[in-house]
Structures are given as structure tokens and as C-alpha cells.
């Protein structure tokens, strides 16, 4: 697919990205919802990320929205702000055309950008023919650890895998007291 263009997601894109996620929550095992959200809780979610200075990009080609990508925390408590887990869904008749890479990428970069250390991917259904496992090590995710039969999804027990991206220097430097993580928890605790 030729001129895909990556950029911010905006509010005016969710009811596409609802309609890409509740597909994936329906058919797939990628996420361990079993009913899909609907807009207006895609909407809550969405504002919550886009307050908190998390990325949140869109694949468009010809106006339409054929994927989506996001960062967000990975755990709450502040010693984790460094660490952010992404999400990355790809509409169905877009599969296969590399626009997960694409959003991936684009999603590494904001990262990095923001100042965040690690990214962790969490992938329900974590078997090693996975997209999902095959795109993250494609962009160098190591294997960080696995769970076994943790959900139940499609009448089966599914594995979730734990892959992690080193960015920024991960641990080999401290922390960048103007990055976005450092910014924000300064701001907390004033």
C-alpha cells in the first residue's frame, strides 16, 4: 500500500479506530476484552492518553483510517514512568501491508521523543507465528517473558508474551530530567 501517511490521531478518527479495535476484540485474541468498548468509552480512553502527552497516531491513505497505534503507562506507580506499553490494530482489509510497521515505527520515534526508556509490548495470544510476536521482533523487541495460559478467549487458553524495547539508553543512562516522564512527575508533586 503505497502512500500511507502516519500522523496524530484526533477525536474526528474514533469512530473508525472503534470500529478497527471492536473487530479485533471480536474475532481476534489480541486483546482480552470480550465485548467491544463503545465510542464513547473509546473516547474516554483516548482523552485520557492524549491528556497524559502519550502518542497516539493513526495510518490514513485516501482519507480513510486503516490503523491505529498508541502508547500509555505502563503501570501506575511513578517509579514505572519511564516505561510505557503500546497497542498497535489494523483494520482487517489492511493486514498484511506492513502498515503495523509503519505505525510502529512512527510510534518508536514519538516515543523517544518524549524521553521514555523501555517499551513494553504485552500480546495476548503470544505464540510465536503471532503478527503481533513477528512485528516486534522485526523492530527488535526482545522476548522478556511469557504467561501461560493467563486468558481464555475463543474457547481456548491463550499465552501473553512480554517483549521489551530499550530506548533513549535504556538503563545505561539516567533519566533526562526535561523528558516528558520527568516533566510530568515533577508537576504531580509540586
Excluded: C
Excluded at 94 to 113: R, S, T, Y
Aim: hydrophobic share 40%; net charge neutral; charged share 25%.
Amino acid at each position: 500500500m503505497s502512500s500511507i501517511t502516519i500522523r496524530g490521531a484526533t477525536a474526528a478518527d474514533l469512530d473508525r479506530i472503534t470500529d478497527i479495535y471492536a473487530d479485533a476484540v471480536t474475532h481476534g485474541t489480541a486483546s482480552y476484552e470480550l465485548e467491544p468498548p463503545d465510542r464513547a468509552e473509546m473516547g474516554e480512553r483516548f482523552d485520557s492518553l492524549i491528556a497524559g502527552g502519550f502518542p497516539y497516531l493513526v495510518a490514513e491513505k485516501a482519507g480513510i483510517v486503516l490503523g491505529y497505534a498508541y502508547a500509555g503507562p505502563f503501570r501506575a506507580r511513578p517509579a514505572y514512568r519511564f516505561i510505557i506499553e503500546d497497542s498497535v490494530y489494523v483494520a482487517p482489509e489492511a493486514k498484511g501491508h506492513g502498515i503495523g510497521l509503519k505505525l510502529m515505527q512512527g510510534l518508536i520515534a514519538a516515543a523517544e521523543a518524549a524521553g521514555f526508556r523501555q517499551i513494553i509490548a504485552v500480546i495476548g495470544d503470544g505464540r510465536p507465528d503471532s503478527a503481533s510476536v513477528r512485528l516486534h521482533e522485526k523492530l527488535d523487541f526482545r522476548h522478556s517473558g511469557r504467561l501461560e495460559a493467563s486468558g481464555y478467549k475463543h474457547g481456548r487458553w491463550l499465552d501473553t508474551v512480554f517483549m521489551q524495547l530499550p530506548i533513549n539508553g535504556g538503563s545505561q543512562v539516567p533519566p533526562d530530567p526535561n523528558s516528558l516522564p520527568e516533566r510530568r512527575f515533577r508537576k504531580q508533586n509540586q
